[in-house]
Protein backbone atom coordinates (compact mmCIF):
# COMPACT_ATOMS: atom_id res chain seq x y z
CA UNK A 1 0.00 0.00 0.00
CA UNK A 2 1.10 3.44 -0.44
CA UNK A 3 3.21 5.25 2.11
CA UNK A 4 2.20 8.18 4.37
CA UNK A 5 4.43 10.56 1.97
CA UNK A 6 4.34 9.16 -1.14
CA UNK A 7 2.47 10.35 -3.99
CA UNK A 8 1.22 6.34 -4.53
CA UNK A 9 3.93 4.80 -6.47
CA UNK A 10 2.45 1.67 -5.99
CA UNK A 11 -0.96 2.45 -8.37
CA UNK A 12 0.10 4.61 -10.49
CA UNK A 13 -0.06 1.92 -13.02
CA UNK A 14 -2.70 -0.43 -13.94
CA UNK A 15 -0.92 -3.57 -14.04
CA UNK A 16 0.82 -2.57 -10.51
CA UNK A 17 -2.63 -1.87 -9.15
CA UNK A 18 -4.05 -4.81 -10.33
CA UNK A 19 -1.10 -7.14 -8.36
CA UNK A 20 -1.90 -5.17 -4.96
CA UNK A 21 -5.22 -5.78 -5.12
CA UNK A 22 -7.63 -8.99 -4.31
CA UNK A 23 -10.48 -8.15 -6.79
CA UNK A 24 -11.92 -12.18 -6.50
CA UNK A 25 -15.52 -12.88 -7.02
CA UNK A 26 -15.21 -15.48 -4.67
CA UNK A 27 -15.05 -13.81 -1.88
CA UNK A 28 -17.10 -10.40 -2.71
CA UNK A 29 -19.68 -12.96 -3.45
CA UNK A 30 -18.83 -15.03 -0.12
CA UNK A 31 -19.27 -11.84 1.88
CA UNK A 32 -22.79 -11.05 0.36
CA UNK A 33 -23.83 -14.52 1.21
CA UNK A 34 -22.94 -13.94 4.95
CA UNK A 35 -24.34 -10.71 4.80
CA UNK A 36 -27.67 -11.85 3.81
CA UNK A 37 -28.57 -14.68 5.76
CA UNK A 38 -32.31 -13.01 5.44
CA UNK A 39 -32.41 -13.54 1.53
CA UNK A 40 -30.61 -16.17 0.72
CA UNK A 41 -31.91 -19.79 1.45
CA UNK A 42 -29.10 -21.98 0.44
CA UNK A 43 -27.30 -23.82 2.96
CA UNK A 44 -24.11 -24.75 1.84
CA UNK A 45 -22.06 -21.62 1.19
CA UNK A 46 -19.95 -23.17 -1.47
CA UNK A 47 -23.09 -23.42 -3.23
CA UNK A 48 -24.70 -20.18 -2.86
CA UNK A 49 -21.07 -18.13 -2.85
CA UNK A 50 -21.12 -20.65 -6.99
CA UNK A 51 -24.22 -19.48 -8.20
CA UNK A 52 -24.29 -15.59 -6.64
CA UNK A 53 -21.38 -15.30 -9.08
CA UNK A 54 -23.47 -16.90 -12.09
CA UNK A 55 -26.19 -15.15 -11.26
CA UNK A 56 -24.13 -11.45 -11.28
CA UNK A 57 -22.38 -11.99 -14.30
CA UNK A 58 -25.37 -13.34 -16.16
CA UNK A 59 -27.01 -10.13 -14.97
CA UNK A 60 -24.62 -7.46 -15.69
CA UNK A 61 -23.91 -9.22 -18.95
CA UNK A 62 -28.01 -9.04 -19.89
CA UNK A 63 -28.60 -5.75 -18.68
CA UNK A 64 -25.85 -4.05 -20.30
CA UNK A 65 -27.04 -5.83 -23.27
CA UNK A 66 -30.50 -5.26 -22.88
CA UNK A 67 -31.33 -3.15 -19.90
CA UNK A 68 -32.43 -4.05 -16.52
CA UNK A 69 -36.01 -3.25 -16.92
CA UNK A 70 -36.52 -5.38 -19.86
CA UNK A 71 -34.64 -8.69 -18.64
CA UNK A 72 -36.96 -11.12 -17.54
CA UNK A 73 -36.12 -13.91 -14.91
CA UNK A 74 -36.29 -16.86 -17.10
CA UNK A 75 -33.66 -14.77 -19.38
CA UNK A 76 -31.75 -14.52 -16.48
CA UNK A 77 -31.70 -18.17 -15.44
CA UNK A 78 -30.49 -19.17 -18.68
CA UNK A 79 -27.66 -16.86 -18.92
CA UNK A 80 -26.47 -18.16 -15.68
CA UNK A 81 -27.25 -21.75 -15.99
CA UNK A 82 -29.57 -21.72 -13.26
CA UNK A 83 -33.03 -23.39 -12.43
CA UNK A 84 -35.95 -21.03 -11.47
CA UNK A 85 -35.47 -22.92 -7.92
CA UNK A 86 -31.96 -21.91 -7.83
CA UNK A 87 -32.40 -18.49 -8.82
CA UNK A 88 -35.74 -18.42 -6.07
CA UNK A 89 -33.06 -19.65 -3.73
CA UNK A 90 -30.72 -16.65 -3.71
CA UNK A 91 -33.56 -13.66 -4.83
CA UNK A 92 -37.42 -13.58 -4.33
CA UNK A 93 -37.34 -10.52 -6.96
CA UNK A 94 -35.52 -8.21 -9.32
CA UNK A 95 -35.25 -5.36 -6.17
CA UNK A 96 -33.68 -8.17 -4.38
CA UNK A 97 -30.70 -8.41 -7.45
CA UNK A 98 -30.05 -4.90 -7.65
CA UNK A 99 -29.81 -4.93 -3.76
CA UNK A 100 -27.30 -7.15 -4.47
CA UNK A 101 -25.56 -5.94 -7.17
CA UNK A 102 -25.40 -2.79 -5.63
CA UNK A 103 -24.12 -4.01 -3.12
CA UNK A 104 -21.33 -6.14 -4.25
CA UNK A 105 -20.20 -2.68 -5.96
CA UNK A 106 -20.40 -0.03 -2.79
CA UNK A 107 -18.32 -2.81 -0.61
CA UNK A 108 -15.21 -2.76 -3.07
CA UNK A 109 -15.14 0.91 -3.98
CA UNK A 110 -15.49 2.15 -0.54
CA UNK A 111 -12.90 -0.87 0.27
CA UNK A 112 -10.75 0.02 -2.26
CA UNK A 113 -10.70 3.80 -1.62
CA UNK A 114 -10.20 3.65 1.87
CA UNK A 115 -6.97 1.19 1.68
CA UNK A 116 -5.37 3.37 -1.09
CA UNK A 117 -5.86 6.61 0.82
CA UNK A 118 -5.21 5.44 4.64
CA UNK A 119 -2.58 6.72 6.23
CA UNK A 120 -1.10 9.40 3.53
CA UNK A 121 -0.96 12.63 5.42
CA UNK A 122 -0.03 14.84 2.02
CA UNK A 123 -2.77 15.90 0.30
CA UNK A 124 -1.52 15.39 -3.17
CA UNK A 125 -0.09 12.06 -2.50
CA UNK A 126 -4.16 11.00 -0.69
CA UNK A 127 -5.19 12.67 -4.00
CA UNK A 128 -3.46 10.77 -6.72
CA UNK A 129 -4.51 8.00 -4.76
CA UNK A 130 -8.20 8.33 -4.12
CA UNK A 131 -8.21 9.36 -7.98
CA UNK A 132 -6.46 6.70 -9.52
CA UNK A 133 -7.68 3.70 -7.26
CA UNK A 134 -11.10 4.39 -8.31
CA UNK A 135 -9.89 5.42 -12.23
CA UNK A 136 -8.73 1.68 -11.99
CA UNK A 137 -11.38 -0.07 -10.00
CA UNK A 138 -13.91 1.20 -12.97
CA UNK A 139 -11.82 -0.58 -15.83
CA UNK A 140 -11.60 -3.73 -13.33
CA UNK A 141 -15.20 -3.68 -12.71
CA UNK A 142 -16.09 -2.05 -16.06
CA UNK A 143 -19.60 -3.56 -16.04
CA UNK A 144 -20.83 -3.12 -12.65
CA UNK A 145 -19.81 0.37 -12.95
CA UNK A 146 -21.86 0.87 -16.59
CA UNK A 147 -24.62 -0.93 -15.11
CA UNK A 148 -24.92 1.11 -11.88
CA UNK A 149 -24.73 4.42 -14.21
CA UNK A 150 -26.60 3.50 -17.12
CA UNK A 151 -29.64 2.15 -15.03
CA UNK A 152 -29.72 4.11 -11.65
CA UNK A 153 -32.80 6.05 -13.36
CA UNK A 154 -34.76 2.99 -13.96
CA UNK A 155 -33.60 1.58 -10.26
CA UNK A 156 -36.93 1.43 -7.23
CA UNK A 157 -36.33 4.92 -5.13
CA UNK A 158 -34.28 3.00 -2.69
CA UNK A 159 -31.73 1.57 -4.91
CA UNK A 160 -30.99 5.15 -6.80
CA UNK A 161 -31.21 6.62 -3.79
CA UNK A 162 -28.38 3.91 -2.94
CA UNK A 163 -26.76 4.54 -5.68
CA UNK A 164 -26.52 8.69 -5.85
CA UNK A 165 -25.74 7.77 -2.49
CA UNK A 166 -21.93 5.81 -3.40
CA UNK A 167 -21.59 8.42 -6.26
CA UNK A 168 -21.80 11.59 -3.38
CA UNK A 169 -19.48 9.87 -1.04
CA UNK A 170 -16.60 9.67 -3.27
CA UNK A 171 -16.72 12.87 -4.46
CA UNK A 172 -17.02 13.86 -1.09
CA UNK A 173 -13.87 12.30 -0.57
CA UNK A 174 -12.16 14.17 -3.83
CA UNK A 175 -13.79 17.28 -2.08
CA UNK A 176 -12.53 17.12 1.75
CA UNK A 177 -8.82 15.96 0.42
CA UNK A 178 -9.11 19.01 -1.95
CA UNK A 179 -10.21 21.35 0.88
CA UNK A 180 -7.44 20.07 3.07
CA UNK A 181 -5.10 20.77 0.38
CA UNK A 182 -6.26 24.32 0.65
CA UNK A 183 -6.20 25.18 4.05
CA UNK A 184 -2.71 23.68 4.88
CA UNK A 185 -1.39 25.93 1.81
CA UNK A 186 -0.29 23.00 -0.48
CA UNK A 187 -3.09 23.88 -3.08
CA UNK A 188 -4.57 26.93 -4.83
CA UNK A 189 -7.90 28.37 -3.65
CA UNK A 190 -9.65 26.78 -5.96
CA UNK A 191 -13.58 25.58 -5.85
CA UNK A 192 -13.50 22.40 -4.28
CA UNK A 193 -16.95 21.49 -4.27
CA UNK A 194 -16.80 22.20 -8.27
CA UNK A 195 -13.37 20.67 -9.15
CA UNK A 196 -14.45 17.22 -6.84
CA UNK A 197 -17.28 17.44 -9.17
CA UNK A 198 -15.76 17.79 -12.58
CA UNK A 199 -13.16 15.12 -11.12
CA UNK A 200 -15.92 12.44 -10.90
CA UNK A 201 -17.26 13.28 -14.37
CA UNK A 202 -14.28 12.77 -15.49
CA UNK A 203 -13.74 9.46 -13.83
CA UNK A 204 -16.96 8.53 -15.37
CA UNK A 205 -16.50 9.58 -18.76
CA UNK A 206 -13.75 6.82 -19.15
CA UNK A 207 -15.96 3.53 -18.36
CA UNK A 208 -18.67 5.31 -20.61
CA UNK A 209 -17.12 6.30 -23.41
CA UNK A 210 -14.65 3.59 -23.69
CA UNK A 211 -14.96 3.71 -27.57
CA UNK A 212 -13.40 7.44 -27.92
CA UNK A 213 -10.39 6.77 -26.20
CA UNK A 214 -9.69 3.28 -27.53
CA UNK A 215 -9.80 4.72 -30.91
CA UNK A 216 -7.51 7.73 -29.29
CA UNK A 217 -5.11 4.52 -28.23
CA UNK A 218 -5.62 5.64 -24.73
CA UNK A 219 -5.06 3.08 -22.38
CA UNK A 220 -6.28 3.56 -18.47
CA UNK A 221 -2.89 4.40 -17.03
CA UNK A 222 -2.38 7.43 -19.45
CA UNK A 223 -5.40 8.41 -18.93
CA UNK A 224 -5.04 8.68 -15.41
CA UNK A 225 -1.76 10.50 -15.57
CA UNK A 226 -3.42 13.15 -17.66
CA UNK A 227 -5.99 13.70 -15.48
CA UNK A 228 -3.53 13.77 -12.57
CA UNK A 229 -1.61 16.13 -14.72
CA UNK A 230 -5.18 18.55 -15.23
CA UNK A 231 -5.61 18.42 -11.38
CA UNK A 232 -2.16 19.64 -10.43
CA UNK A 233 -2.37 22.39 -12.84
CA UNK A 234 -6.07 23.61 -11.70
CA UNK A 235 -4.36 23.30 -8.23
CA UNK A 236 -1.61 25.18 -9.17
CA UNK A 237 1.17 22.36 -8.79
CA UNK A 238 3.06 22.42 -12.47
CA UNK A 239 4.68 19.65 -12.05
CA UNK A 240 3.34 16.66 -13.97
CA UNK A 241 2.36 13.24 -13.09
CA UNK A 242 4.86 10.49 -13.79
CA UNK A 243 3.45 7.16 -14.59
Known amino acids: MPTPHSPAPDILDFDRFMAAVDLSQTEICRALYRANPQMIRIKKERVAVRNLARLIDATLHLANRRGF ?3 SMRALCQEAGLSMGGLYALIQSKDDLVGLIQSHGFMLTRQI ?15 DAAVTSHLFLTEAMRPWFYFSYMEARHLPAAH ?3 ALAIERETEDLFHDIIVDGIGTGRFAAVDARLTASMTKAMLQDWYLKRGKYRAQNTSVSRYGAHLRGLLRAHLGLAQPAVV
Open 113 to 127: LADFTHGIIDPLARL
Open 160 to 162: RAD
Open 69 to 71: AAM
